[in-house]
């Protein structure tokens, strides 16, 4: 017999605030905790830096008409999904500084996070990565969920996530990537960095969300979709912190 799922009454917007708020005192307690330079550091600090101060679009739709700064209205457009896929990266983070098993898209972070030949620019995108190919389409059915609601319904909330996300990518970009001045053509650092979309990988996550909320009442064949969406994350991860010096 197929399980029924179970809803939680959908939270107030003075609760979603609360969440968010929550979320940003949790990533700040991390940063201080690993040495300059290292690699899970680097995404976190661009991560919790975009989270904080960049503005979020709060418009219906396509969610790319006004924008207002994190508070208020603009935490409550986009509250829920994005608490949730802070969430999912916190708790990736506390599994792996418990000496647990994190999901297998961060785990090439970790032996990696201090590596000579890895540059800055690179953890960023791979942490970057494993959040959006992983945690934002489970934070997805978190948020349906907790909203009680089909992933159709927060279809505007996801793309204005996408806006902050794309807002993190241009902040990595633009704080991390070498200057053309040090980047060569042919260093492979720049193919590296080119052959991620970004685009393309909110577009997997959404189709992911959709396809896991309609097998919620066959968990067997949704976690066998979790795992293999978690190793894909994983690989590319993996390829992105490839040394390129």
Do not use: N
Not at 31 to 44: E, N, Q
Not at 124 to 149: E, I
Request: charged letters at 20%; one cysteine or more; aromatic letters at 6%.
């Amino acid at each position: 017999m197929a399980q029924t799922e179970q809803f939680t009454e959908p939270a107030g917007p003075g609760t979603l605030v609360a969440e968010v708020d929550t979320v940003i005192q949790r990533m700040r307690a991390f940063r201080h905790r690993w040495p300059p330079g290292d690699g899970v550091a680097v995404f976190h600090e661009a991560y919790l830096t975009t989270v904080c101060t960049d503005p979020v679009p709060v418009s219906g739709g396509g969610g790319r008409g006004g924008s207002a700064h994190h508070g208020g209205a603009a935490r409550q457009a986009s509250g829920t999904l994005e608490a949730r896929l802070a969430e999912r990266y916190l708790s990736a983070l506390s599994t792996a500084e418990a000496g647990g098993r994190p999901p297998e898209c961060w785990r090439p972070l970790l032996p990696y996070r201090r590596h000579p030949g890895v540059r800055p620019v690179q953890f960023a995108l791979a942490g970057l990565h494993a959040h959006v190919a992983h945690d934002l389409a489970l934070a997805v059915v978190d948020a349906c969920r907790t909203r009680g609601c089909e992933p159709a319904a927060l279809e505007g909330e996801f793309e204005r996530v996408g806006d902050l996300l794309a807002s993190l990518e241009e902040r990595i970009h633009d704080e991390l990537m070498p200057g053309p001045d040090r980047l060569r053509i042919a260093d492979p650092l720049a193919h590296l960095v080119s052959s991620w979309s970004l685009e393309r990988a909110r577009e997997a996550a959404w189709s992911a969300a959709r396809v896991l909320w309609r097998l919620r009442g066959l968990p067997a064949l949704a976690g066998e979709l979790r795992q293999q969406t978690d190793a894909g994350a994983g690989l590319v991860v993996r390829f992105l912190l490839t040394p390129s010096r």
